[in-house]
Every structure is written in C-alpha cells, then in structure tokens.
C-alpha cells in the first residue's frame, strides 16, 4: 500500500504565490510519475501539471508560466510552486502518483485527500 500527503494549501491573495508539496511512503519499488489536479466546486477534475521521474513535464494552459512542478525521485516527492495565484485558481488540489511497489508487479495509481487553495481578497 502506498499513501500520498499533501501539504502546503492555505489562502492567499490575488498575484501571491504558494508552494505545494506532496510526499508518497509506503511499498515503493518506483514512483513512475506524479501530478497534481483540482478540482473545483460545480466542476470537474482537471490536470493541472504532471512530471515523470524523467523529469518530463506537462502542464494546463491555464497554467503556464505561473505554476512549476517537480519532481525528487530520491525522495519520491513532488511540489507545485504556484505563482501569480488568481481567483479562478482556487479549488481543492489532488496529489497523484503512479506506483511500482515490487519490480513485477503492476503499476497502480494513487491519490491523496487533497489540500484546499483559496485565492481571494
């Protein structure tokens, strides 16, 4: 079993930054890649940026050049540096891993309880 903890979440005002950090523990043989989504209320889950332990990365244009993920394998943990934060931002955010727990085993996803960003005056 693998779990997921996010941290980092809080209120901030419009054009401020904040830094997610989401750490994955447990049965690891290799963490493939991890995300980050939000969701919103009324709305779907979305991606807001993905990184694979390669370090390649993709974002949601909504988010691009404000937001910067990253990866440290070493450490199998993942942060979103969030910066110029607008209203429309604001939603509650989803750590996301892919897991290998044993060198045979399948690859399984996982998610954490997810961390609530408000950005509001």
């Known amino acids: 079993q693998v779990h997921l903890v996010e941290s980092g979440g809080g209120l901030v005002l419009p054009g401020g930054s904040l830094r997610l950090s989401c750490a994955a523990s447990?049965?690891?043989?290799?963490?493939?890649?991890m995300a980050w989504y939000r969701q919103a209320p009324g709305k779907e889950r979305e991606l807001v940026a993905s990184?694979?332990?390669?370090?390649?990365?993709r974002y949601a244009e909504s988010v691009k050049g404000r937001f910067t993920i990253s990866m440290h394998n070493a450490e199998n943990t993942v942060s979103l540096q969030m910066d110029i934060l607008k209203p429309e931002d604001t939603a509650v955010y989803l750590c996301y891993a892919n897991v290998q727990s044993l060198l045979y085993d399948p690859d399984y996803d996982y998610w954490g309880q997810g961390t609530q960003v408000t950005v509001s005056s």
């Open positions: 990184v694979t332990r390669r370090g390649i990365t």
């Open positions: 447990g049965r690891i043989f290799r963490v493939n890649n």
